[in-house]
Structure formats: C-alpha cells, structure tokens
C-alpha cells in the first residue's frame, strides 16, 4: 500500500475517534467498508447488486406472453423517478445515516414499490428532465409532505468522453465532500439517469438498470461505492461506454433541501 494510503487511513480513523457527539459518528458498517475501500488500493471500489432492475416486472410478463402488457409495477423507462425517490427516502426514512445493507434494502424497495404509485402520472414513452420528474411526484400525494428542494444542475459542454469532459465529471464530482456532506444529485447522460452522491466519507451510486458482471453486477440495478473522484469517474465512463451511449453530454443536477426561512424577528 501506498504511503499515501496509510496517511488518509490515519486521518479518517483519527476523524472517526475524535468524534464524540453519537449522532455524527460513521455507520459502524460504512467504517468497515471504508477501511477496506482505503487498504485495498486506489481504485477499490464495492459493488452491491440488487435483486430486480428497472425492467424486470416486463421481462417476466414476456416470459408468457409476446403482447406488451400494461403493468402498474412496470419501472422501465422511470429510472428519473427512481432515483428522485430514493434521493427523498435518503433524507426522510434514512436520515441520511447510511449502510450498505440500507442503501440495498431501499434501492430494491423502490423498484419494489414505487412504481404502481408514480406510474398513472408518468407517460412511460417519454424522457424526463430533472425538474419534469420532481414536479410530477411532488404532486402525488403520496410524496406531497416530502421536502422542498433546490435543483442546481450543471451542463455540461464538452462530450463525455472527450478529454475536456471528462475533466469537466472530475471536477464535478471532486467538488462534492467540499460542497455539502451529504451531497446528493443525479447523474443524466444520453438516455441514462442514475442517482450519485457522496456522504460518510464515501462517493455512492444508484443505478436501476442492467448492470453486467463487468461493471461488478449480475444483471441488475446496483449500489456502488467508491472511496475516491477518481474511481468513480473511471466507472461512470466505462458504464456509459458499455451501455452503448455516444460522446454526449452530461449534466449533474445536485438537490439540496430547502431551508426554511426564519420567522424570527
């Protein structure tokens, strides 16, 4: 291991120590995969699989039949609304403290569940932006006493893949653990959309489609964590090479809970 390494595992570990107030500790089971992700290299990265992807509850239906059904639970083609929600139950129902074990169990429920509640609102041979997609579940009742947020979405200008873009994700991503920790946004390039943040020392990634065992899947949606800018960037762009997108633009919407304004006098 790099001299370096040992310098940052010294660091954390003495952050982690240091920290006395309960509620601002590190999940017990996040410090067992940083100090893993930290001693195993400088592009170590832990890959989750889920269960189902996106598309799955079609793919059964096609098992029987080759008329394309009509299914409430059918997630394809949603994968904005997803990783919104999965951003909203971030805040509300994890409070952001973060495992790998939560982050799994709520990436599958929202494929689980989410759908037969968003589909009615969403026309599924449509992309949505970002704004689109969070101003049509903020009108769900079921997502109504969610939070307000602020979209701040950056676009990007040069092709993904091209030297200039991929400086530009770097840079992007980079900036995260200095902005707000946690810091939380969605990815979008091309046809793909897939949740990105970074919180409790770690850069993590919610993706809801077919993910192939190249990319650490199994053919699933996946949770992936990353301790450093640039293994993740090296993922992002080997993701998106292999699911056949063309040098295409980015853009990164980051989603920040608004704050209330003060009534005091």
């Known amino acids: 291991m790099l001299q370096i390494d040992w310098i940052n ?17 590190i999940n017990i089971s ?22 189902c992807h996106q598309g799955t509850a079609l793919e059964k239906m096609y098992q029987y039949s080759d008329i394309i059904p009509i299914l409430d639970c059918d997630a394809s083609n949603g994968c904005i609304f997803w990783t919104i929600l999965f951003l909203f139950h971030l805040k509300t129902d994890l409070k952001d403290k973060i495992s790998p074990e939560s982050l799994e169990e709520l990436g599958n429920r929202i494929l689980d569940e989410e759908p037969t509640k968003v589909n009615q609102y969403r026309d599924k041979s449509q992309c949505y932006d970002v704004f689109e997609a969070y101003k049509i579940l903020k009108g769900i009742r079921f997502y109504s006493d969610q939070p307000d947020y602020d979209i701040t ?27 707000i920790d946690p810091a939380y946004g969605i990815f979008t390039c091309g046809n793909y959309s897939f949740f ?52 295409e633009c980015f853009s990164f919407a980051l989603m920040t809970k608004r704050k209330r304004k003060s009534t005091k006098k």
Not at 32 to 45: A, I, Q, R
Not at 213 to 232: D, H, P, V, Y
Request: proline share 3%; net charge positive; with cysteine.
């Open 9 to 25: 595992l010294v660091e954390f570990s003495q952050s982690l120590l240091l920290t006395f107030n309960p509620e601002q500790r």
């Open 153 to 179: 979405e950056t676009m990007g200008v040069n092709k993904v893949f091209s030297l200039e873009g991929k400086k530009d994700l770097y840079v992007q991503l980079d900036k995260l653990p200095r902005m």
């Open 196 to 247: 990105l943040g970074h919180n409790d020392f770690l850069f993590f990634i919610y993706d809801t489609h077919c993910i192939t065992e190249s990319l650490g899947g199994n053919g699933n949606g996946i949770i992936k964590l990353f301790k450093c800018t640039k293994s993740a960037c090296a993922w992002i762009w080997k993701r998106l090479d292999l699911s056949g997108v063309k040098n």
């Open 30 to 51: 996040i410090l067992v995969h940083k100090l893993k992700l930290l001693t195993d290299g400088p592009t170590k990265s832990i890959s989750i699989p889920l269960a």
